[in-house]
């Protein structure tokens, strides 16, 4: 565990905990690490709601797909953040989400009922943890606000430079990567690759755009 105490240490839900209080709080709250191949599932839906998930290496992917089997990935999660965690707090039976690895990760499961009722031995760190865990979640909605903007936008256009226009601001630079494949950036924007690969050559053709892969410039 000891070996991925940089990772946690920038993780949210571990915000003001010692490090040497780590492997203490691990154990309390019945932790265990997973490594999950590329394309496999952390959680699929239906999975009882029971864990919170931190990602150690990797990446992951949230998604939600319909009676159909039309796909739509509310989020992506790199190293050191949180996922699962409002499904598991908000008392929830069962995932009603996928959780998909985007490439070889290792993962941490957290059992949510251990963190949310504070210990026997009255630890310390556990109304610490709580308050991390509120503003974690709080800052989860925030970023589901964000989608929503993306998403009603009118035209494929719209919806895209909305979403690069935002990467750039946050990233400060007109130059940046975005945590997305192609795919997965059609999924997250709720539009068809096709379209949105053809907005990206017009974009791209007219000068306003340059892209190669999930690297982007904003001329």
Same mark, same amino acid.
């Given at each position: 565990?000891?070996?991925?105490?940089?990772?946690?240490? $920038?993780?949210?839900?571990?915000?003001?905990?010692?490090?040497e209080?780590?492997?203490t709080?691990?154990?309390?709250?019945?932790?265990?690490?997973?490594?999950?191949?590329k394309?496999?599932?952390?959680?699929?839906?239906?999975?009882?709601?029971?864990?919170?998930?931190?990602?150690?290496?990797?990446?992951? $992917?949230?998604?939600?797909?319909?009676?159909? @089997?039309?796909?739509?990935?509310?989020?992506?999660?790199?190293?050191?953040?949180?996922?699962?965690?409002?499904?598991?707090?908000?008392?929830?039976?069962?995932?009603?989400? =996928?959780?998909?690895?985007?490439?070889?990760?290792?993962?941490?499961?957290?059992?949510? $009922?251990?963190?949310l009722?504070?210990?026997?031995?009255?630890?310390?760190?556990?109304?610490?943890?709580? $308050?991390?865990?509120?503003? @974690?979640?709080?800052?989860?909605?925030?970023?589901?606000?964000?989608?929503?903007?993306?998403?009603?936008?009118?035209?494929?256009?719209?919806?895209?430079?909305?979403?690069?226009?935002d990467?750039?601001?946050?990233?400060?630079?007109?130059?940046?990567?975005?945590?997305?494949?192609?795919?997965?950036?059609?999924?997250?924007?709720?539009v068809?690759?096709?379209?949105m =690969?053809?907005?990206?050559?017009?974009?791209?053709?007219?000068?306003?755009?340059?892209?190669?892969?999930?690297?982007?410039?904003?001329?």
């Amino acid at each position: 565990m000891e070996k991925y105490f940089d990772i946690l240490e $920038q993780c949210p839900l571990f915000y003001d905990i010692a490090p040497e209080d780590l492997n203490t709080m691990i154990t309390c709250l019945d932790g265990k690490i997973i490594n999950v191949p590329k394309g496999n599932p952390v959680f699929l839906e239906g999975d009882p709601a029971r864990f919170v998930g931190v990602v150690l290496t990797g990446m992951v $992917q949230v998604i939600r797909e319909d009676y159909y @089997g039309n796909r739509s990935v509310m989020t992506v999660v790199q190293p050191g953040e949180l996922f699962a965690e409002a499904f598991s707090c908000a008392g929830c039976e069962t995932m009603p989400v =996928s959780v998909l690895a985007l490439t070889d990760s290792a993962i941490l499961l957290l059992d949510c $009922q251990r963190m949310l009722t504070p210990c026997a031995h009255s630890c310390q760190f556990h109304s610490t943890l709580m $308050q991390n865990l509120l503003h @974690g979640i709080a800052q989860k909605n925030l970023t589901l606000t964000q989608k929503i903007r993306y998403m009603s936008q009118k035209t494929t256009k719209e919806k895209l430079m909305a979403y690069l226009l935002d990467q750039a601001k946050q990233q400060g630079s007109n130059e940046f990567v975005i945590p997305h494949n192609r795919q997965s950036l059609a999924d997250y924007l709720g539009v068809e690759r096709s379209a949105m =690969s053809a907005e990206i050559s017009k974009l791209k053709k007219a000068g306003q755009i340059d892209t190669h892969g999930s690297w982007f410039c904003l001329k």
